[in-house]
T-cell receptor, first 110, second 116 residues
Framework: DGGITQSPKYLFRKEGQNVTLSCEQN?????MYWYRQDPGQGLRLIYY???????QKGDIAEGYSVSREKKESFPLTVTSAQKNPTAFYLC?????????FGPGTRLTVL | AQKVTQAQTEISVVEKEDVTLDCVYE???????LFWYKQPPSGELVFLIR??????QNEISGRYSWNFQKSTSSFNFTITASQVVDSAVYFC?????????????FGSGTRLSIRP
């Protein structure tokens, strides 16, 4: 089954803890992206990666980190430095003229 | 700067009414793409349409239609004979280059509620 998977669907974290969100794709796309969505707002770009072992900061990268060791995987770590991490996180792959989105992970900080 | 504005935060109509969602964009580029995505309550983004900046023809797909006007920098979306299943948040978006990792810039979304 082709597509993008994100896990877990729901994630709860205590303040001060780092947490890693998974994103895996089997679409053979070079580029992958992480977006954050807050209630009543559009998506904002956190990080993106064009190729393996390379990634670039998006508009709101502070408090987040990523890695791109494999073409299929682009995990996002929400660190304790992120002031307000409760949000809906969406991973995407694709290119300039089309992006495909995963089902998302809803992160709640308790 | 590139920007997408969806001025309608929420719209509520009765089933079978027609409804238009507005989208206005700003870009300095001559080559760009415009998109509409649907986000149902499940959260996943569903791709609806892509239009490049050189193609101003209107598009119709079943009950959905899109009106792209470069003169007014608008890309409006109309649902004809709305149905309850159309209830969702709709996002208009803009991609500003052809690069392999170009950003897609999203509007803030319009929450559409269709009442039975």
């Amino acid at each position: 089954d082709g597509g993008i998977t994100q896990s877990p669907k729901y994630l709860f974290r205590k303040e001060g803890q780092n947490v890693t969100l998974s994103c895996e794709q089997n679409l053979n796309h070079d580029a992958m992206y992480w977006y954050r969505q807050d209630p009543g707002q559009g998506l904002r770009l956190i990080y993106y990666s064009q190729i393996v072992n390379d990634f670039q900061k998006g508009d709101i990268a502070e408090g987040y980190s990523v890695s791109r060791e494999k073409k299929e995987s682009f995990p996002l770590t929400v660190t304790s430095a992120q002031k307000n991490p409760t949000a809906f996180y969406l991973c995407a792959t694709g290119w300039a003229n089309e992006q495909f989105f995963g089902p998302g992970t809803r992160l709640t900080v308790l | 700067a590139q920007k997408v504005t969806q001025a309608q935060t929420e719209i509520s109509v009765v089933e079978k009414e027609d409804v238009t969602l507005d989208c206005v964009y700003e870009t300095r580029d001559t080559t760009y793409y415009l998109f509409w995505y649907k986000q149902p309550p499940s959260g996943e983004l569903v791709f609806l349409i892509r239009r490049n900046s050189f193609d101003e023809q209107n598009e119709i797909s079943g009950r959905y239609s899109w009106n792209f006007q470069k003169s007014t920098s608008s890309f409006n979306f109309t649902i004809t004979a709305s149905q309850v299943v159309d209830s969702a948040v709709y996002f208009c978006a803009l991609s500003d280059t052809y690069s392999s990792a170009s950003k897609i810039i999203f509007g803030s979304g319009t929450r559409l509620s269709i009442r039975p």
